[in-house]
């Protein structure tokens, strides 16, 4: 069987790291997808040590060092965990985060569930003294930005079979390959809940590898040992109406849940949870979540009836809309939502002073990835998968990007 391009390599430097003490910088994107890649690859460290604090002495579990100048320990050796904040910094890797980063240098900057397309900005990474490691699975864009190593099974010359990993399989799958026997069954497990959720959240196919960690990892959900999955199963409102949710159902509450947490001091609300050790606080942590949860709910249907309000007598092939007033957040479930509903290629943007960031969905048939290179030259970035993607425009180009689009989806 033909390996994951790269992944072994992937591991060997991450291995290389740890045996060195060079400081690893864990970033993830804020999704569930990426959330999950983020805990397990750094509990997956933390365990081939042993002992991480006599490793890496400054590092305390679900808690992140960053941003203190004051350096309670020095030397700062160690992981950080950064994830992106798509309202405020942008996609991917940013040159904002870049900036923030910078004083880590040098460091193994470890990129999860997002990379693949910042060709800039894995330049400038390099020149700041971060080495980038891309662990990806959204689609290759012609070339590959200038990282060091690059795991993403739609690259060219990529031979596994399976292309369809959220990038919480690719990670478990790196695990494995660094941790061998040291993965115990129990981790083994734990991680495979993670990539279960993963999977479930960024709505991979549930076929081949996906389908195994789904299974194994939703039978061992049942009775997880990971405090911050425990509570969910405790809580009141998932059981009830009437003897509970179905099974099913509890599932996708936990995914919604998780996938949409908000960012505080670069850590996603979900990473708090996933990695926290006590029960109370994991308790009020997920009450929270799934408060919000509900009220985004209705949120979003609040913003689909805007959308349909606007395209009431539009005829065009394509649904372009945006508004200041959307929050990013929620504007990937409005697209979904839309784009179900109305069968159309779908472009949902948060306005922003001077770019718009957008969220697409188009029907199964179409490739929003490529639809969206044809109009590349308007565009600052975009990427993603054929069915989901996102992009950044810069105000000026709005309505050129529109008719590019309409122009490209006349044609296939
Ligand atoms: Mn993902």
């Given at each position: 069987m033909p390996e994951i391009k790269n992944l072994k390599k992937a591991a060997n430097r991450i291995l290389k790291a740890i045996k060195n003490k060079e400081k690893i910088i864990i970033y993830g994107d804020a999704d569930l997808d990426g959330t999950a890649s983020v805990v397990i690859l750094e509990e997956a460290i933390e365990n081939l040590e042993g002992n991480i604090a006599a490793v890496y002495p400054h590092t305390k579990r679900?808690?992140?060092?960053?941003?203190?100048?004051?350096?309670?320990?020095?030397?700062?050796y160690g992981v950080e965990v950064y994830f992106v904040d798509r309202e405020n910094e942008g996609y991917g890797i940013n040159k904002n985060a870049l900036a923030f980063l910078k004083?880590?240098?040098p460091a193994l900057l470890i990129a999860l569930?997002?990379?693949?397309?910042?060709f800039e900005e894995v330049k400038i990474a390099k020149k700041l003294g971060l080495e980038t490691i891309i662990i990806d699975h959204h689609q290759v864009i012609d070339s590959l930005p200038d990282a060091s190593i690059i795991v993403d099974?739609?690259?060219?010359?990529?031979?596994?079979?399976?292309?369809?990993?959220?990038a919480a399989g690719l990670v478990y799958e790196l695990t494995k390959v660094m941790l061998k026997?040291?993965?115990?069954n129990s981790l083994d497990n734990s991680f495979l809940e993670l990539a279960a959720l993963a999977t479930i959240a960024d709505m991979?196919?549930?076929?081949?590898d996906n389908k195994t960690y789904i299974e194994k990892g939703l039978q061992s959900l049942k009775d997880t040992q990971r405090i911050g999955l425990k509570v969910f199963f405790e809580i009141n409102s998932l059981n009830?109406?009437?003897?509970?949710?179905k099974e099913k159902e509890k599932v996708q509450k936990i995914v919604s849940a998780l996938n949409v947490s908000e960012i505080k001091d670069h850590l996603t609300e979900a990473y708090l949870l996933l990695t926290c050790q006590n029960k109370g606080k994991a308790k009020n942590l997920v009450e929270k979540l799934l408060d919000r949860n509900e009220a985004r709910r209705s949120q979003i249907k609040d913003i689909v009836e805007q959308v349909e309000e606007r395209i009431l007598d539009n005829s065009d092939s394509v649904i372009f809309e945006g508004d200041i007033g959307w929050p990013n957040v929620l504007i990937g479930s409005v697209a979904s939502r839309v784009c179900n509903k109305h069968k159309k290629p779908t472009f949902i943007f948060k306005k922003r002073k001077e770019n718009s960031m957008g969220a697409v969905r188009v029907p199964s048939n179409m490739d929003a990835v490529k639809a969206m290179k044809s109009c590349q030259?308007?565009?600052?970035t975009f990427g993603g998968h054929a069915p989901a993607a996102g992009f950044t425009v810069k105000n000026e180009n709005l309505e050129k990007f529109k008719k590019c689009l309409i122009k490209y989806f006349k044609n296939v």
């Open positions: 679900g808690h992140s060092a960053f941003g203190t100048k004051t350096d309670e320990v020095s030397p700062r004083h880590l240098s569930d997002l990379g693949i397309t910042n099974p739609k690259q060219k010359d990529d031979n596994y079979p399976f292309k369809e990993f959220a026997d040291k993965m115990s991979m196919v549930r076929e081949e009830s109406p009437a003897g509970g949710l030259k308007l565009l600052m």
